[in-house]
């Protein structure tokens, strides 16, 4: 089966640090990973997604993230985290083979603090 | 723009009563889900459908109810069924399943149980 783990429930840093959100994922075929960023009482907005190719892929608001296959993981970064920046995180994954589902972390609250 | 329109944003429900959040998208997709979000909990899918009037159960589909009348709307009402249906209510689409296609979610519907 399929699945996601978001391993911190909750990650503090210092603005104009750099910031990591942790995705590790679990599945049979080849996957699909997205990032997501959701502010309160909003829906979630698209930030990147890795399909194929570089193990790097950049994103909206300088955000970027990391496919490593082998540690089966796909973590988010910023070098200088803002304080808008706070927000909570959501990983997903898919894969490609005619399946209609995504599955979703359980999501990460990052609070940059000023 | 293109996009995902959920409403209403609120809405109220007094025991034993259904209700129904609407979704609509002009985004020419072909598949639509609806997701549920309770505080410091991830995603849930509830139902989703691949195509004009077909659709299947997600993992909590106990107590809802959808259609799929055309391409561009997909309803869901939450019925006297559901015991607890105080939650955050998320509608999101793709173009279609495999191949990696970002998944894009509206702004989202907030029920409450009175």
């Known amino acids: 089966a399929q699945s996601v783990a978001q391993p911190e429930d909750q990650v503090n840093v210092a603005e104009g640090n750099p910031l990591t959100v942790k995705c590790t994922y679990s599945v049979s075929g080849n996957p ?8 309160p009482n909003r829906g979630l907005q698209f930030l990147l997604k890795y399909i194929t190719g570089d193990n790097l892929v950049k994103g909206s608001y300088g ?9 089966t993981s796909f973590h988010l970064k910023k070098p200088s985290a803002l304080v808008s920046d706070s927000a909570l995180y959501f990983c997903a994954v898919t894969i490609g ?13 990052l609070k940059v603090l000023a | 723009d293109g996009g995902i329109t959920q409403s209403p944003k609120y809405l109220f429900r007094k025991e034993g009563q259904n209700v129904t959040l609407s979704c609509e998208q002009n985004l020419n997709h072909d598949a639509m889900y609806w997701y549920r979000q309770d505080p ?39 019925t006297s069924a559901q015991k607890n249906p105080t939650a955050f209510y998320l509608c999101a689409s793709t173009r279609g399943g495999g191949s990696g296609n970002t998944i894009y979610f509206g702004e989202g519907s907030w029920l409450t149980v009175v």
Not at chain 2, 71 to 76: I, R, T
């Open chain 1, 32 to 39: 699909y990973l997205f990032w997501y960023v959701q502010y």
């Open chain 1, 63 to 71: 955000f970027e993230a990391e496919f490593n296959k082998s540690q």
């Open chain 1, 97 to 109: 083979t005619g399946t209609y589902k995504y599955i979703f972390g359980t999501g990460t609250r």
């Open chain 2, 40 to 78: 410091g909990q991830g995603l849930r899918l509830i139902y989703y459908s691949q195509i004009v009037n077909d659709f299947q159960k997600g993992d909590i589909a106990e107590g809802y109810s959808v259609s799929r009348e055309k391409k561009e709307s997909f309803p869901l009402t939450v």
